[in-house]
């Protein structure tokens, strides 16, 4: 039986958020079968949970953010995409403060604390959202899609129309049948403009925004002394924000993404017109492990984190 993972420990770290720029406490806690990944926001009196949902995103600008009533649990992409990479089905996380931390900018942090606290089977089927027809949003030129697939496999293309990121590549397909998330995508990090700034700032984004945490480019390069990570870091982080978006619907999904200049608020359109359709798609478990799709019985939790 292919089983729901939850982790063996608690474990805790501390950062700022990107867009608040207040510092935060986080706490990933085990979670029993069935539990899902909750969020709680343990400042609050009394405290307040918010379990991943897609029908729970609510502000979806440079973020997806979770609400209940007036409380709010921003950018939960990153460390959901770590849960998604990793396999991780139940999780409590409690935070201090309204944002997840951004850390360096990409989920590698967090996949090194999940795996610091070690990834525990647990006695229940883990369960999948299978595509059964194809849904697709469009907005003028940009659009993503979701379709059958025995698998999961995304493609993601970007145009930015910016020479730093004209020179590197702007396409990119992941089948995790084949490649690990932790060796492929995990350490994409974040990017920004320095032009846009001071707009985002006046609206309350981007005050923790820094060269440890974001690609930060100017008009015609990039800024951080230290270059890139990989030669297609940018497609690849926003490979990263949708496995994080899409991983809100509750359970991982069979099915095969494409998008191109896709985003969060898109990624979470698509999700609500996948639920609309109850015809679109089935739950399913896998009593025999040798029967479900590859993408999930290789690489996602058996490769360690590169140094």
Known sequence: MLRQRTIHQIVKSTGIGLHSGTRVVL???PAPPDTGIVF???DCDPPVDLPASALAIGDTRMASTL?????????????MSACAGLGVDNLYVDVTAEEIPIMDGSASSFVFLLQSAGIEEQPRAKKFICVRKTVEV????????????????????IDFKHPAIDATGQKHS?????????????RARTFGFMHEAEALRSMGLARGGSFDNTIVMDEYRILNGEGLRDSAEFVKHKILDAIGDLYVIGHPLIGAYSAHKSGHAMNNQLLRALLADEAG????????????PRAFTFGLVSEPEPA
């Open 27 to 29: 706490s990933l806690r």
């Open 40 to 42: 709680r926001r343990i």
């Open 67 to 79: 609400q209940v009533g007036d409380t709010r649990v921003s950018t939960i992409e990153h460390l």
């Open 138 to 157: 469009r907005i003028k030129d940009a659009w993503v899609r979701l379709e059958p697939f025995f698998g999961f496999r995304l493609d993601f293309s």
């Open 174 to 186: 992941i089948d995790f049948a084949e490649t690990s998330y932790v060796k492929d995508i995990a």
């Open 281 to 292: 798609y089935d739950i399913v478990t896998f009593d025999d492990e040798a029967k479900a």
